[in-house]
């Protein structure tokens, strides 16, 4: 009893420790995964702790349940436009990139320490691919702001490439045991996984989301506990009939988190907090795993090993990946730095321990010591190299505030965030002249650290973030009118909406690009009236040249709601 107590203090003692150290990873630049397993390795055998843990199937059972969290929780956090946009950049760095970096390196590893070609390969395998844990961990936990495409092409490539890392470590384990043989078997095996892996978690995703809406739980926080059942079956059941349970379970999120369900941002809020204490865990018992004391003997062969992988086999296979997908050199050179290594390669160095590969606990250490290597370089000077090569976004800065609409129940509203430049539009208007939709609002403003209660006096100012709440009908309008610059051309999209009669021509033009009068100061009730004259009924309508204005309601003689509607696709020049 009292030894399960004790347990109890240390796990709490060593988590409060490590969230802790996270603040100091955030001021000194070192990523939270190296304070995470140093906080493992002093509680370990070697360190003031003493603790032996050498429970190999523990850890990898654990590892793996750690990794099924983060996945999904990456998968969650992406959206469809992101997957659009980099899906195909990303597939091809987690297949032929994989295959490309892990035979350079495991070529080199094998000259290096002087082993069998097959284990060398082995070796090169392992610590291929890209760490879906590391990359959600340093760009999601630091400011960095990349370019959209970038961002999306890590994030993705991270979360789909461990089908080939799992399909070239297994494949090369079970030949060196003598269970399978080279050939056309592995690549069976790789397709096997990967449409396995895809159908079973695309499955599971979309059957969760049906699921999701149309069951009522009792208390709202059932439902984040709902969706850890669904991430458990969508790694499980690929798993079970062959195929990539890793693969599937960041599908399955990547469904779930673009499909319209109920309580979604507690869903998120708690799955993002679930994924930081996978992630912690997973990182101390890798740390409590490890035997700091046997490092120095492969430190010099791990050092080599690593310097391939990071400077040559990482490079060139981007390179070669990604000569269709017209990178520039600059963004190339930050996606090759960005290969980031975590826990999946340590992971992968317990099959061969697991499985009694000869050699294996040298692998396993120079895997660890590559881990080490990659997180404390390239992880620690990921924003350094970011900024170096100029592929941030400056652009759209992070809202200092979220502003979320949060219910058990479907509402037919979105809150979207806009960030004013000073070439925008609306830039030095009030409130009330920027016509918007009578389906939108502005619900807040963030000025710095400042909340702007909005009033129609308020000015919109340059580096604002202004939260407005609308009906997703027009939110291609208000998109646009977020957009517009002061110069240049614009394009307005066929969209019909209702707009308050007492809005200006002259605002119509400035922030929709609509010309219907010479002069700017009357109002679309005055412009109807004149144009209409007797006519003037509910239903009524103008046209001016692209443009239609209709009477929708009128209360004792007086226009309240006046609709537009804009045909085709028109240009501002």
Do not use: C
């Amino acid at each position: 009893m009292y030894a399960v107590d004790g347990l109890i203090i240390l796990g709490g003692i060593l988590l409060l420790i490590a969230i802790l150290s996270s603040t100091l990873s955030a001021r000194v630049g070192v990523p939270g995964l190296i304070l995470f397993m140093g906080i493992g390795m002093l509680a370990g055998e070697d360190g003031v702790g003493g603790l032996v843990f050498d429970r190999y199937p523990l850890a990898h059972a654990i590892g793996t349940l750690a990794l099924v969290l983060i996945l999904f929780d990456g998968g969650l956090q992406t959206p469809w436009r992101a997957f659009r946009l980099a899906w195909r950049p990303a597939i091809a760095l987690s297949t032929v990139g994989v295959i490309i970096t892990s035979t350079l390196t495991g070529l080199a590893a094998a000259w290096i320490l002087g082993i069998p070609v097959l284990l060398g390969l082995l070796l090169g395998s392992i610590v291929g691919s890209t760490d879906a844990a590391a990359v959600f961990s340093i760009l999601r936990g630091r400011a960095l702001n990349l370019r959209e495409r970038i961002a999306a092409t890590l994030e993705i490539e991270s979360g789909s490439n461990d089908p080939m890392a799992v399909l070239l470590t297994l494949g090369l384990v079970s030949i060196l045991v003598g269970e399978m043989d080279p050939g056309w078997n592995l690549v069976g095996f790789f397709l096997q996984q990967t449409i396995l892996g895809a159908l079973g978690g695309l499955a599971v995703g979309w059957l969760g989301a049906q699921l999701l809406n149309r069951v009522e739980l009792s208390a709202a926080g059932l439902y984040p506990v709902l969706t850890v059942s669904i991430a458990l079956l969508a790694y499980g059941v690929p798993a079970f009939i062959g195929g990539s349970g890793f693969l599937g379970v960041y599908l399955a999120g990547l469904v779930l988190g673009n499909s319209k369900i109920v309580f979604k941002r507690g869903i998120f809020m708690a799955h993002d907090g679930g994924a930081w204490m996978a992630q912690i865990s997973m990182f101390i018992m890798l740390g409590l795993l490890a035997t700091p004391s046997r490092l120095p003997e492969v430190a010099l062969e791990g050092l080599a090993i690593a310097g391939v992988l990071v400077f040559i086999a990482r490079p060139v296979a981007v390179t070669l990946a990604l000569l269709p997908f017209r990178f520039t050199w600059r963004e190339l050179a930050f996606l090759s730095w960005a290969g980031l290594k975590g826990a999946i390669p340590i992971i992968l160095a317990i099959y061969p321990l697991l499985l009694g590969v000869e050699g294996a606990m040298v692998l396993f250490n120079v895997v660890f010591f590559v881990v080490l290597v990659s997180a404390l370089t390239q992880g620690w000077s990921l924003p350094v190299m970011a900024g170096w090569l100029d592929v941030q976004d400056k652009g759209r800065p992070t809202p200092p505030v979220t502003l979320e609409i949060s219910s058990l129940k479907h509402i037919e509203g979105d809150i979207v965030e806009y960030a004013v430049d000073e070439t925008a539009w609306m830039a030095g208007h009030m409130v009330r002249d920027l016509a918007l939709p009578e389906t939108a609002v502005v619900a807040m403003i963030a000025r710095g650290q400042v909340i702007v209660p909005p009033r129609g006096t308020t000015f919109i100012q340059p580096g604002d973030h202004v939260f407005v709440v609308l009906k997703p009908s027009v939110r291609p309008l208000v998109d646009h009118m977020f957009s517009r610059r002061k110069e240049g051309p614009e394009t307005v999209k066929a969209i019909e909406f209702s707009i308050d009669p007492h809005t200006s021509v002259g605002e119509l033009e400035d922030f929709y690009g609509i010309h219907l009068d010479p002069n700017p100061t009357r109002s679309v009730a005055e412009l109807l009236l004149e144009r209409l004259g007797k006519g003037l009924t509910e239903g009524a309508e103008i046209h001016a040249g692209d443009v239609m204005l209709s009477v929708r309601k009128i209360e004792e003689g007086e226009i309240r709601e006046v609709g537009i509607e804009i045909f085709g696709e028109r240009r501002d020049v």
